[in-house]
């Protein structure tokens, strides 16, 4: 088994297990903005989630902000006796990215991950995100001054900006930089979520970190959909330490499954219960969320039986959670009893 380079990390290698207790890689919801807040993150553990969590990408520069840092305060927010995300956060100052990484151990943090692969316009403005691909010295000193806090210190980043090879040099600097984790998008910027991830270029990358420091973790990231599908490519690839799970979850709540069953229709929607229950709890008690984004998941948790559509097609119509719950109350017992899934 790999040694970590901190016990935070060791401690989540040591206890990734699969169902005989043997030694596997561990698994992690990967960060996404505007859902992996602290009610999706609780939902997804009700649904038997990964090892590792990560926050949505908080914006170190507003952290910092004496009146920005309430604009991101959800981001941040975790509830009580909810197991304790990886904060992620993105920058291109190394003033900024060291303030907010000093603020994270009193929030409750105990390792912060760095974006450098966020592909979105306004991001790579601020020369943030994968900009910093294409300015490899920046990177660096945003590692530096992240490591000031303190906390293990990780790196979520792409293969490249442009082109695939790009990889070869990029990846071979933030490897030199110590970090304690290098999770990578088996993607360019440019490929954005289009092409089908690079799983062809994982052997050249495991070898590469072997070569370099043995001890970074690699995580890696990309059109992996569930349990199965990361056991497997980590089966294939030796050496894989951490498979991050994005997208699939929106797909299917229980893809950290380790154990591949049927689930209840009625077991979905107690799912989608909790979600407007843990969103009316945060909108009271931390910050308003907006019940149209709300709308995105119907589709996840109210699929695979008859009259999904239309039961789907009314909560599109809703524009309060007591209206939701109404219509679930009203419809769901008769589908829950005719359930032919
Ligand atoms: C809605 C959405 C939001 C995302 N937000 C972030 C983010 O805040 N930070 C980040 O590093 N990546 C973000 N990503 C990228 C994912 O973490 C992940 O790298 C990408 O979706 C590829 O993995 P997948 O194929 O398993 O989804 C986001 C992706 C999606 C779909």
């Given at each position: 088994m790999r040694q970590a380079k901190s016990a935070y990390w060791q401690k989540i290698v040591d206890e990734a297990k699969d169902e005989q207790g043997n030694p596997r890689p561990f698994f992690s919801m990967a960060p996404m903005e505007a859902v992996t807040d602290t009610i999706f993150r609780r939902v997804v553990a009700a649904a038997g989630g990964p090892d590792i969590y990560y926050t949505e990408f908080t914006n170190a520069a507003s952290m910092v902000h004496p009146e920005a840092k309430f604009s991101?305060?959800?981001?941040l927010a975790v509830a009580p006796g909810e197991q304790m995300p990886i904060a992620q956060i993105w920058g291109s100052k190394p003033e900024a990215i060291a303030g907010a990484a000093k603020l994270l151990p009193e929030k409750g943090y105990e390792?912060?991950?760095?974006?450098?692969?966020?592909p979105d316009g306004t991001v790579i403005k601020n020369s943030a995100g994968s900009d910093l691909i294409r300015h490899p010295d920046?990177?660096?000193a945003l590692i530096d001054a992240a490591k000031e806090s303190g906390l293990p210190v990780s790196v979520k980043t792409r293969l490249g900006f442009y082109k695939v090879d790009e990889y070869q040099g990029w990846?071979?600097?933030?490897?030199?930089?110590?970090?304690?984790?290098?999770?990578i998008h088996l993607r360019?910027?440019?490929?954005?979520?289009?092409?089908?991830?690079?799983?062809?270029?994982?052997?050249?990358?495991?070898?590469?970190r072997d070569r370099l420091t043995p001890n970074t973790l690699l995580q890696i990231n990309g059109d992996i959909k569930n349990?199965?599908?990361?056991?497997?490519?980590?089966?294939?690839h030796p050496g894989v330490d951490g498979i991050m799970?994005?997208?699939?979850?929106?797909?299917?709540?229980?893809?950290f499954n380790s154990v591949e069953k049927e689930?209840?229709?009625?077991?979905?929607?107690?799912?989608l219960k909790l979600q407007l229950d843990l969103f009316d709890e945060v909108t009271k008690t931390v910050t308003p969320k907006n019940f149209e984004a709300l709308k995105r998941y119907f589709k996840i948790y109210l699929r695979g039986f008859a009259n999904a559509s239309k039961l789907r097609q009314m909560l599109m119509e809703t524009h309060a959670t007591d209206e939701v719950r109404a219509i679930l109350d009203e419809h769901v017992a008769e589908l829950v009893q005719n359930e032919d899934r």
């Open positions: 991101i305060q959800g981001r390792a912060v991950d760095l974006n450098m692969g966020c920046t990177a660096l990846l071979e600097t933030i490897l030199k930089a110590d970090v304690q984790v290098l999770t360019t910027r440019k490929e954005m979520s289009k092409a089908a991830a690079h799983f062809e270029l994982i052997d050249d990358i495991v070898a590469m349990y199965k599908q990361g056991m497997a490519l980590a089966a294939a799970i994005g997208r699939g979850v929106l797909e299917d709540p229980y893809a689930h209840t229709l009625a077991e979905s929607i107690d799912l």
